[in-house]
C-alpha cells in the first residue's frame, strides 16, 4: 500500500513526524513524504529533529502571501505531485490551508483521504480562522477519519459520518510530546539551544511561557495582552518568556511593546525539543495555539487561552485550561489567579490520550485497507 503523507506548517509536522515513523515501520507500506513549506524554518526545525526528509518539498512560503493564493498553489502543485506519485492512500492533518488543499485535490483525483485529528468544532467559522473552515472542509472531504476524542468523535456522528469510518485514536502530539520529554531526558543529550536558555533565563522565578500567533488576536489581541505581560513582570517572582512567532503581524508589535523590559525575556521561535524543555520549566503557559492546549495536561501545567473559544473544550472540561480572551484586565487577573494559588493538579491524566494514537492509526490501516 503506497501512503501519501501531507503537511506543511511546523503544527502538522510535529503531530505527522511519530505517525511517520511508525507507518515506516510496517513493512507492508510504501510510505512518502510531501511537504508544501507553508512555514519554512519553522518546519525545517522539526523535519530534522525527528529525521525526516521529504520525497517532495514544494517550497511554496512566501512573504505575506494571502490565503487565496496560498490555496491556489497549494492545488496547482498538488496536482502533478498526485498524479506522478498515484497514492492509494494520502494522510493529512488537522485545519491548515495545507490539509483542507491537498484534500481537494486528492478527492479531485479520486484518491482516498484519510485525515489525522479529525472531527474538532467551535462551531464559529471565524475563531479559529480560517482554521474552524479548514477542519469542516477537510472532514467533508475524507474518507477515513482518526479521532482523538470522544467529543470530536461525536461531532463527526452529529454530522452523518458513519461510525465505521471514524476511528478514535487519541492525539499524536502526545506521542511526540512523551517521545521528546525522554530524548531530551537522555544522559548525554546535549542541545545548544537549551543551554542557552538555562544561562539566559532565571530558572529561580515562576515562568509565564507565552505564545500568540493567531490572526484573529492581531492588533488589538496582541496589544492587550503585551500590556497584560509588562503589568506581571513587575512581578520580583516572575519571569515572562515569550518565543515570538515570525510573522510580521506579530514580531512588530511585540518587540515594540515588550523588548528591553525588565522580566520579559523575548526569545526567537524555539526547536521543538526546546519548547518541550521550556514547558517543564514553566509555572504556567499563556498561549492561543491549540497544540499547547493538548501538550500541557501531560507535564501537569495550568493553559491560559487568550481566545473566546475553542475548538478543544475537553482540557478546560478537565480543568487543565482556561479560556480567558484578550481582554488585558482579563488576562491580567488570570495570571495573578494562578500564580498565587495553583500549586497542582489532583489527577493529572490527559484527555488527548496517553502516547499510543500513531500505532493506533497504523494498526487500522494494515487491517482495513
Known sequence: MKILLC???RPEAIKMAPLYHALKAQKSFKVLVCVTAQHREMLDQVLAFFEIVPDYDLDLMQPNQTLNSLSAVILSNMDSILQEVKPDLVLVHGDTTTSSMVALAAFHLGIKIGHIEAGLRSFNKKFPFPEEINRQFTGKLADIHFTPTTVATQNLLNEGIPFQNIIQTGNTVIDTLLWTKAKISEDGYLLPEIELLKKTIPMDKKIVLVTGHRRENYGLGLEN??????TIAEREDVSVVYPVHLNPNVQDLVREKLNNKKNVYL???SSYPAFVWLMQQSFLIVTDSGGIQEEAPSL????????TISERPEGVEAGFCKIIGNEQKKIEESIEELLNNFSGFDNPQNPYGQGHASQKVVDFLASNT
Open 7 to 9: 503537511f506543511g506548517t
Open 225 to 230: 495582552l503585551c500590556e497584560a505581560l509588562l
Open 267 to 269: 526569545i526567537p521561535p
Open 300 to 307: 501537569g501545567i495550568p493553559v491560559l487561552v487568550t481566545r
